[in-house]
């Protein structure tokens, strides 16, 4: 598991934990019942403090991303991703239908979104 932390954001770390994890277990990335990198272990490896590791596992747990068991460690959940998948679609539904609106009040075509989105795509793997 790979996780970036980048201090020249607003963003707290624990939230930078939790949101890329989240993100992993939602594609897949992260398959359920996989074992997670222990709170002490990831800390260290981040170097950042125990306390901020665990504030963002609990905030995974909180949310059913993943479920801990008592001496043994953290893990990935198998409940509910398909739905929690499903509302992420509906989000991006949304998001995408409010571009739409906005493209249009502006006068861009579909065309012209869909060039943007393809430049935009390309920034993000560079």
Do not use: W
Request: glycine residues 4%; negative net charge.
């Amino acid at each position: 598991m790979e996780l970036i932390i980048r201090n020249s954001t607003n963003q707290p770390i624990y939230d930078q934990i939790y949101c890329q994890i989240k993100a992993q277990i939602l594609s897949g990335a992260l398959a359920p019942g996989e074992a997670l990198p222990s709170i002490r272990a990831l800390a260290k490896d981040l170097k950042i403090s125990v306390i901020t590791t665990k504030r963002a596992y609990d905030e995974l747990e909180a949310h059913g991303f993943i479920y801990t068991m008592a001496g043994k460690g953290c893990f990935v959940a198998d409940n509910n991703l398909e739905i929690l998948r499903e509302q992420r679609r509906q989000e991006l539904e949304t998001h995408l239908t409010a571009a739409l609106e906005l493209a249009k009040s502006c006068g861009l075509t579909r065309q012209d979104l869909k060039q943007m989105l393809d430049l935009l795509s390309e920034e993000e793997t560079t």
